[in-house]
């Protein structure tokens, strides 16, 4: 299953990538990019927006079962699998917000000040 998990979906998205162009992923592959998720795999080979698209998917439930089934979890795992989801996706909405904040606050331009030389 390993295999499946990462050879086949990465050469699809791989060949896309190198053709620059995005295309909609299959539902089999996000359904086994959430599986990765239950199972604990912190996704890093996804974007930020693609992380949190799989995250937020599995909190809404859509197709949780078909990703429960593939990650092989018995139903009593899930709700913990569900709550170390929920607790990724939070760190990275908490994160997102921390640097909203920042730019906010930060000055955009610093004014200039040309400083003057005094004759001697």
Do not use: F
Not at 20 to 27: A, T, V
Not at 41 to 55: I, P, S
Request: net charge positive.
């Amino acid at each position: 299953m390993a295999d499946l998990w990462t050879s086949e979906t990465m050469q699809g998205v791989e060949a896309n990538q190198r053709a620059g162009r995005p295309r909609r992923q299959r539902s089999w592959e996000v359904d086994v990019q959430r599986a990765r998720a239950l199972r604990g795999d912190a996704l890093e080979d996804l974007t930020d927006g693609q992380r949190e698209w799989v995250w937020r998917s599995l909190l809404r439930g859509v197709r949780l079962g078909q990703a429960t089934k593939l990650a092989q979890l018995a139903p009593e795992e899930t709700p913990q699998a569900l709550q170390q989801v929920a607790h990724c996706y939070s760190v990275l909405m908490d994160q997102r917000r921390r640097e909203r904040e920042q730019r906010r606050s930060a000055p955009i331009h610093p004014p200039h000040r040309k400083e003057q030389v005094m004759p001697q």
